[in-house]
DNA sequence: ATGGATTTGTACGTATGTATC
DNA sequence: TGATACATACGTACAAATCCA
């Protein structure tokens, strides 16, 4: 430090970060600050000049020097019109209207959106999240990865709320954090399905769930709860749990070995309809038909399984009203104005894959 | 300009963007400049102080001032890992596997994706793409937007390509700039498509095309071509030409017109899957089976299009192909190797929304 | 509400230090 | 080594915005 100037600047500089001023404090004047380091005005005006260009204080002619709020220059200075998404997948299943919904608000103000997916992994979402937090995003609309596991990257979670970066979850919360959120009801809407398929005298039925995820976890919890309500004892049924990691193929020969019994399961409940319309290709490929020889329900009311035959009967899911609230909500958020998180109900969409078996021998 | 620092920052930032130094030149001394404005050495040392701090020039002491290298300061002093990507539509058709295509090959390398969409707008193609030079992106991959028109950007494309930004154009090129591209055989394949129907003993068929952009113009020069070559004049069928701008409804009574002709055409050529679906749509409330009354044909090889009854006819698009040779030929681009253009072949997929009419009475 | 004091912004002149040529 | 050219530093003056009595 063999320069003044640089001295005087690192001098302020420690001072405004150990808190010696706090934000928007007015700073000594320059006249001051000439007095107390011996220096010329020039030598002041040069490190304090240095300090406003790295965003440590700001000045107004006239009025003085102060503390800029240095912990959250994100979107204060610059421009960066720019909205972080991350979702554990991007462009497959009920994702692009989702993606699509956010991006028709937000590029209606001028916002650019960046998106990401974690493709269900930890690792890639601390990726993610380390590049737009690098590129100073305006706000974030995560979808929380592996939402029912430990969260290793809490750490970078807690730095977002530190920075007060606009932040929305969707799908799943992380209760450490408590940011505003949009969520489905997936235990409410479980348990209706289920009870549909009592109500059209299935009793046996198999669920299987991804329960590393709170989705998964939450329609898990919403098939039990039907059977305690219904007082059918839930051991009558097969539970098939698996993570996202597990091979698909693993999950098809436990369905197998289920329907290797003669007196199997009169219906599937699935997790979601990506693994419904699996199933139900696996099924019919093994001759085993639906809704013929056995009923199946999904979850989010995938366009694509609409289409198919038969049709889904499945949960809806508001998919680009979700993303187009995201989008509305985040802007909320950036304006500084209160927002509420908001929870979809997600009615019964009946289907060609479920059929009655009341009448049957 | 009232203040004389800044008058000489930007005569001088203007003069080296016009070239008038070159880079690495060294420009004149501070007194040079000090005669030269007629101010004081403070105005001087200020105007090029900020130069410096925006990259411009780079000073030495003792040595000069030079120009920097201001064309490819992309990604060579920021660390921004972020590839732009600008299509027409984003979270529909056949847009979600191209994307994804990108992003599995990018994300592997750490790269971000900014996408946008235009909607077929030059305007939001203008807004885009200035969010993303603002940024300062690592590349850009674009669609352009409706391509068969002159397009009012091309100022802001000819920057890009002053800039050397790794730029890759897929399903369209413009000529004026000469990017690396990722083209469809849009013609071959529609003229493929023509001649099946032939084959298929239609000779009256109805042509709809858009043609505001090169895809479209390409496929219905395909069908001219196709009869041109069959030496049927084309007079014998219809042509429907349209704007991405017009309405849908529009168009569909210009198919009804056509179809109240008790001799009316016995197939239909559309220009993608998207609109083939809409007509078949349209055209089976109406009473009119597909392929029974009318055989039809797309283009693009739409996944959902292939799940409907009737499955279409159409042309296959590499989609995800195409996204992941995008995200592979832009990380060369940006390692300064060369690549070459991409051209796929579209062959023929066949479905049930055609049948032969040969033996008929 | 006004005017004078305060505070930052722009500008010039000068001197000296230090790296380059 | 001397001349050149940029870097640091001080003093001064006035302009412009703000603050406060």
Same mark, same amino acid.
């Given at each position: 430090m063999e320069v003044k100037y640089e001295l005087v600047k690192e001098t302020l500089r420690k001072e405004i970060l150990n808190g010696k001023y706090?934000?928007? @404090?007015?700073?000594? +004047?320059?006249?001051?600050? !000439?007095?107390? /380091?011996? #220096? %010329?005005? $020039?030598?002041?005006?040069?490190?304090?000049?240095?300090?406003e260009n790295e965003h440590y204080i700001y000045r107004i002619q006239g009025g003085g020097m102060f503390v800029q709020d240095w912990q959250r220059?994100? %979107?204060?200075?610059? +421009?960066?019109?720019?909205?972080? #998404? =991350?979702? +554990?997948? !991007?462009?497959?299943? =009920? /994702?692009?209207p989702i993606i699509?919904?956010?991006?028709?608000?937000?590029? @209606?103000? *001028?916002?650019?959106?960046? #998106?990401?997916?974690?493709?269900?992994?930890? +690792?890639r979402e601390r990726q993610s999240l380390l590049n737009m937090l690098d590129l100073k995003i305006a706000g974030l609309i995560i979808e929380p990865t592996q939402s029912a596991l430990p969260?290793?990257? &809490?750490?970078?979670?807690?730095?977002?709320?530190?920075?007060?970066?606009?932040?929305? &979850?969707?799908?799943?919360? $992380?209760p450490e954090v408590d940011f505003p959120s949009l969520l489905g009801e997936d235990e409410v809407a479980e348990r209706n399905l289920v009870n549909y398929l009592?109500?059209? *005298?299935?009793?046996?039925?198999?669920?299987?769930?991804?329960?590393?995820?709170?989705?998964?976890?939450?329609? @898990?919890?919403? !098939?039990?709860?039907?059977?305690? @309500?219904?007082?059918i004892p839930v051991t009558d049924s097969e539970l098939i749990m698996y993570q996202s990691t597990d091979n698909i193929n693993a999950i098809l020969q436990r369905v197998d070995q289920v329907f290797q019994n003669a007196n199997h399961p009169t219906a599937i409940a699935c997790y979601n309809d990506h693994l419904a319309t699996t199933i139900i290709g696996h099924l019919q490929r093994q001759g085993i038909k639906v809704p013929r020889d056995v009923s199946v329900v999904g979850f989010d009311n995938y366009e694509l399984a609409q289409t198919l035959e038969p049709s889904l009967t499945t949960a809806n899911h508001p998919k680009r009203q979700l993303g187009e609230d995201a989008g509305k909500m985040m802007l909320k958020l950036i304006n500084g104005e209160p927002v509420e998180s908001i929870t979809y109900p997600a009615p019964l969409v009946k289907g060609t894959s479920t059929r009655s078996i009341k009448e049957e021998p």
């Open positions: 706090q934000i928007n @404090e007015k700073l000594p +004047t320059e006249s001051k600050l !000439m007095e107390r /380091f011996n #220096v %010329s005005r $020039y030598t002041i005006r040069r490190a304090v000049g240095e300090l220059n994100w %979107s204060a200075d610059d +421009t960066n019109k720019l909205i972080g #998404v =991350i979702s +554990t997948h !991007m462009a497959d299943y =009920i /994702f692009p699509s919904g956010i991006d028709s608000i937000l590029s @209606e103000k *001028g916002y650019s959106l960046i #998106v990401g997916n974690t493709l269900n992994n930890h +690792t969260n290793p990257n &809490l750490d970078l979670y807690q730095q977002i709320k530190d920075y007060q970066i606009p932040t929305i &979850l969707f799908h799943a919360t $992380y009592f109500s059209l *005298g299935h009793h046996r039925i198999l669920g299987i769930f991804q329960i590393d995820d709170r989705q998964g976890a939450d329609r @898990e919890q919403g !098939m039990i709860r039907a059977y305690q @309500e219904a007082g």
